[in-house]
């Protein structure tokens, strides 16, 4: 059993539920554990990955959030910056599946949150774990 951080940017809600819910289940059906934090937004998801990777006490993480473009240029910053950041800390190693929606209206969003859709928390979860794996298998 491996233990998973969920760390959401809860901004909305009711699309983080859905996208937490399917990250859970996935987890959960694969026999392991999780916990979530909540951070204000998505740049600082993986900030709080790499403190909470330092401390040891998680096998594997899964990033949460939903970035809907907006009139400003804010939305590029937030999606890509976010993503470099996740992708920064994959490649040193740490497992991470990235579940943070950027879409253009709260429709799509709830497509792909909803676990009995697209279920993208449940992707990002079994990402996490796939790369977890992988992992075990390069450490020796």
């Known amino acids: ?3 998973f951080l969920i760390v959401e ?18 987890l959960e059906a694969d026999g392991h ?6 951070v204000p937004g998505a ?8 403190m909470a990777a330092e401390s040891g006490r998680y096998d594997g993480f899964v990033a949460i ?3 809907i473009r907006g009139e400003t240029y804010h939305f590029e910053i937030v999606a890509g910056e976010s993503a470099r ?7 040193d190693g740490i497992a991470i599946g990235n579940g943070i929606l950027t879409v253009e209206n709260e429709d799509q969003a709830i497509v ?7 279920d993208k928390g449940g992707e ?7 790369l977890l794996e992988l992992s075990g298998r390069f450490a020796a």
Not at 10 to 17: A, G, I, K, T
Not at 33 to 38: D, G, N
Request: glycine share 6%.
């Open 124 to 130: 990002a979860a079994k990402a996490a774990l796939a």
């Open 9 to 26: 940017a809860r901004f909305y809600s009711h699309l983080n539920d859905m996208l937490i819910a399917g990250a859970r289940a996935a």
């Open 85 to 91: 950041g996740i992708m920064a800390l994959n490649m």
């Open 1 to 3: 059993m491996a233990r």
């Open 33 to 38: 554990e999780a916990e979530v934090i909540t």
């Open 112 to 118: 792909r949150a909803d676990p009995a859709q697209k």
């Open 65 to 67: 959030g939903v970035v």
């Open 43 to 50: 740049l600082e998801i993986p900030a709080a990955i790499a």
